[in-house]
């Protein structure tokens, strides 16, 4: 079974940092996306970042040269490195992957972690 687990959330001062991470498992050879969403308190989930199996990176216009994706392809993880956070990113994250190999097989449609909460106040 396919499990996605998310780390390092908490709570962080307007201009800091935090890594987010996520691992994957499950008996997986390959994953083709990797990314995080977020939803904010109240509102719909949007996508952050996504990165491919060669690399490419996607942004959402709201954290571009803030917030910077990679992936580890042989530990199957991705993190997201959030520097200059501000209130407004406050939401909890959700890993996923999108299209992945296993057993021989390929699957499609995504799956997704539980999520990380990210709180940003003074």
């Known amino acids: 079974q396919v499990q996605l687990v998310e780390s390092g959330g908490g709570l962080v001062q307007p201009g800091g940092s935090l890594r987010l991470s996520c691992v994957v498992s499950g008996g997986i050879s390959s994953i083709s996306a990797m990314g995080w969403y977020r939803q904010p308190p109240g509102k719909e989930r949007e996508l952050v970042a996504s990165?491919?199996?060669?690399?490419?990176?996607t942004y959402a216009d709201s954290v571009k040269g803030r917030f910077t994706i990679s992936r580890d392809n042989a530990k199957n993880m991705v993190d997201l490195q959030m520097n200059s956070l501000k209130p407004g990113d406050t939401a909890v994250y959700l890993c996923?992957?999108?299209?992945?190999?296993?057993?021989?097989?390929?699957?499609?449609?995504?799956?997704w972690g539980q999520g990380t909460l990210v709180t940003v106040s003074s």
């Open positions: 996923y992957i999108g299209g992945f190999r296993s057993g021989g097989g390929y699957y499609t449609g995504q799956r």
């Open positions: 990165i491919d199996s060669a690399g490419t990176t």
